[in-house]
């Protein structure tokens, strides 16, 4: 039997490549876990949406896991969308403004997904596009989406702090984590508004988020994702009921 330092010894040689392949599945099987817990698989979906795709790291991974499904990504960034069409042709990537509407029909979808997009939204643009998310969810369907909870502060509180200089958190953490209900966003650019660093508490999410995007809240899943320097993040399932 192999030692483990034998082991230890090859996982530090891996490339960069194969580590940063492993942070990304890490992260998908996640999203896998809480799918688990209530019945349901990435392999199991017809028609999934990558919400703020980015450059397909998580997207490229759907057409080997999801081999059924019709995958689609959209982002703000024309440059990314371009990329994801030249690497996966077998898929359909669209460019969406800052604001609502998608150019995806109504019930399009019967999973949609995003990974550190909430974490970026104002107020207002979040709940817009809870509501156009909400729209393009096919009935029975279901949406994960992460975000930046109170946890997150705590995480970041103790490992790294600099990141709640950037997110503008006061000093006293145990002051701020026991607000209730709060949204609290700091703008990056004031060119554009629409974006910056967002800490929504738990409680907020639970009440509010089924009423802005006309879904039932099946889980939140606190913590779920680690992603050090940047604390943690939390999983929020959703889903639309069936007809």
């Given at each position: 039997?192999?030692?483990?330092?034998?082991?230890l010894?090859?996982?530090?040689?891996?490339?960069?490549?194969?580590l940063e392949?492993r942070?990304?599945l890490n992260?998908?099987?996640?999203?896998?876990?809480?799918?688990?817990?209530h019945?349901?698989?990435?392999?199991?979906?017809s028609?999934i949406?990558?919400f703020?795709?980015?450059?397909g790291r998580?997207?490229?991974?759907?057409?080997?896991?999801?081999p059924r499904?019709?995958?689609?990504?959209?982002d703000?960034?024309?440059d990314?969308?371009?990329?994801?069409r030249?690497?996966?042709?077998?898929?359909r990537f669209?460019?969406?403004?800052p604001e609502p509407?998608?150019?995806?029909?109504d019930?399009?979808?019967?999973?949609?997904?995003?990974?550190s997009?909430?974490?970026?939204?104002s107020?207002?643009?979040h709940a817009?596009w809870?509501?156009?998310?909400?729209?393009?969810?096919?009935?029975?369907?279901?949406m994960?989406?992460?975000?930046?909870?109170?946890?997150?502060?705590?995480?970041?509180?103790?490992?790294?702090?600099?990141?709640?200089?950037?997110?503008?958190?006061p000093?006293?953490?145990?002051?701020?984590?026991?607000?209730?209900?709060?949204?609290?966003?700091?703008v990056?650019?004031?060119?554009?508004?629409?974006?910056g660093?967002?800490?929504?508490?738990?409680?907020?999410?639970?009440?509010r988020?089924p009423?802005?995007?006309?879904?039932?809240?099946?889980e939140?899943?606190?913590?779920?994702?680690?992603?050090?320097?940047a604390?943690?993040q939390?999983?929020?399932?959703?889903a639309?009921?069936?007809?």
């Amino acid at each position: 039997m192999r030692s483990f330092r034998t082991l230890l010894g090859r996982r530090r040689r891996l490339p960069a490549a194969e580590l940063e392949k492993r942070y990304n599945l890490n992260q998908l099987q996640k999203f896998e876990a809480v799918l688990t817990r209530h019945g349901r698989s990435l392999r199991g979906f017809s028609s999934i949406l990558d919400f703020g795709c980015d450059h397909g790291r998580l997207t490229q991974y759907l057409f080997s896991l999801a081999p059924r499904a019709r995958v689609c990504g959209c982002d703000i960034l024309g440059d990314a969308v371009a990329e994801c069409r030249r690497r996966f042709p077998q898929g359909r990537f669209v460019k969406n403004d800052p604001e609502p509407p998608l150019s995806f029909s109504d019930g399009e979808f019967d999973l949609i997904f995003s990974y550190s997009v909430f974490t970026h939204l104002s107020e207002a643009n979040h709940a817009s596009w809870l509501k156009e998310l909400g729209r393009t969810l096919r009935p029975g369907g279901v949406m994960l989406h992460t975000a930046h909870s109170y946890e997150f502060v705590r995480r970041a509180a103790t490992f790294s702090p600099e990141w709640l200089e950037v997110c503008n958190v006061p000093g006293d953490v145990d002051a701020f984590v026991r607000l209730p209900h709060r949204y609290h966003y700091v703008v990056d650019n004031p060119a554009t508004p629409e974006y910056g660093q967002t800490i929504i508490s738990k409680e907020y999410v639970i009440t509010r988020w089924p009423h802005y995007s006309g879904l039932t809240l099946i889980e939140y899943a606190e913590g779920a994702i680690e992603a050090y320097p940047a604390g943690c993040q939390d999983i929020v399932m959703l889903a639309k009921e069936a007809p």
